[in-house]
């Protein structure tokens, strides 16, 4: 019996083995792009929180970029405004993610105010980028 096991244990492993993808070789598949959005989208945010609005341009898709200068970006953002910012849901298909931000601001003497928003992700010549909303 203990040999029976341990030859189906061995066939297991030896499946998962040639499934599963080797180091440095990426798996398709929406969790991976989950993945790779939600470290994107926390790091637009800590650019923002931090203030590198410069940093947080870089996010923007190519498409965005090019009809929004960093001038103009710079422009349109509240540096200093926002005191966190937390990725709470990722909803990707093959080319699109839908990311839930919770931020969190100070609105006057209302202090801690949370507001929920949805962001748009676009993949783009095998990357994820950033839309901004017009």
Same mark, same amino acid.
């Given at each position: 019996?203990? &040999? %029976? #096991?341990h030859?189906?244990?061995? *066939?297991?492993?030896? !499946?998962a083995c040639t499934t599963a993808p080797g180091p440095g070789v990426e798996a398709p598949g929406p969790a991976d792009a989950n993945?790779?959005?939600?470290?994107?989208?926390?790091?637009?945010? &800590? %650019? #923002?929180?931090?203030?590198?609005? *410069?940093?947080?341009? !870089?996010y923007l898709s190519p498409a965005?970029?090019?009809?929004?200068?960093?001038?103009?970006?710079?422009?349109r953002i509240r540096v200093g405004f926002w005191k966190r910012a937390v990725v709470d849901t990722i909803t990707c298909e093959p080319e699109a993610c839908k990311v839930g931000?919770?931020?969190?601001?100070?609105?006057?003497?209302?202090?801690?105010?949370?507001?929920?928003?949805?962001e748009s992700w676009v993949k783009e010549g095998g990357k994820w980028w950033f839309v901004l909303k017009k």
């Open positions: 019996m203990k &040999g %029976a #096991l030859v189906a244990w061995a *066939t297991v492993l030896l !499946a993945a790779e959005v939600r470290v994107l989208a926390e790091g637009r945010w &800590g %650019a #923002l929180l931090r203030g590198d609005v *410069t940093a947080a341009y !870089a965005t970029r090019s009809s929004v200068s960093l001038l103009q970006y710079q422009q931000v919770t931020i969190t601001y100070d609105y006057g003497s209302v202090k801690g105010v949370e507001t929920p928003l949805t």
